[in-house]
């Protein structure tokens, strides 16, 4: 079992940059890929980006490519996602999801945390 929880969301203006966090616990954590999805207000699920567990390997979709950057910290038991130049559009619940394969389907994830929110105003 693994344990999810996001953080760093809040209230920023358009142009600002942001980092949040997952902390993972539980069970063999830094053996699991890690991804980042968002969930804006009225639309599906978007996916964001992944990390595979050694943190030696990236995937982003083509539309987050160039603002967001994933990491991880092992030590740390920690995943980032560093957000540069927000949008107005990027105002979501953003989840971290722990999963076995190095995909951006976000059925393939497993475990998921309850989200933290960004709000980005004009």
């Given at each position: 079992q693994v344990q999810l929880v996001e953080s760093g969301g809040g209230l920023?203006?358009?142009?600002d940059s942001l980092r949040l966090s997952c902390a993972a616990s539980?069970?063999?954590t830094n053996t699991y890929t890690m991804g980042w999805f968002r969930r804006a207000p009225g639309?599906?699920?978007?996916?964001?980006?992944?990390?595979?567990g050694r943190g030696d390997s990236t995937i982003y979709a083509d539309s987050m490519k160039g603002r967001f950057t994933i990491s991880r910290d092992g030590a740390?038991?920690?995943?980032?996602?560093?957000?540069?130049s927000l949008k107005t559009e990027d105002t979501a619940v953003y989840y971290c999801a722990a999963g076995e394969r190095l995909v951006l389907?976000?059925?393939a994830y497993d475990y998921w945390g309850r989200g933290t929110?960004?709000?980005?105003s004009s």
């Amino acid at each position: 079992q693994v344990q999810l929880v996001e953080s760093g969301g809040g209230l920023v203006q358009a142009g600002d940059s942001l980092r949040l966090s997952c902390a993972a616990s539980g069970r063999a954590t830094n053996t699991y890929t890690m991804g980042w999805f968002r969930r804006a207000p009225g639309k599906v699920r978007e996916s964001i980006a992944a990390i595979n567990g050694r943190g030696d390997s990236t995937i982003y979709a083509d539309s987050m490519k160039g603002r967001f950057t994933i990491s991880r910290d092992g030590a740390k038991n920690t995943v980032y996602l560093e957000m540069h130049s927000l949008k107005t559009e990027d105002t979501a619940v953003y989840y971290c999801a722990a999963g076995e394969r190095l995909v951006l389907e976000s059925d393939a994830y497993d475990y998921w945390g309850r989200g933290t929110q960004v709000a980005v105003s004009s």
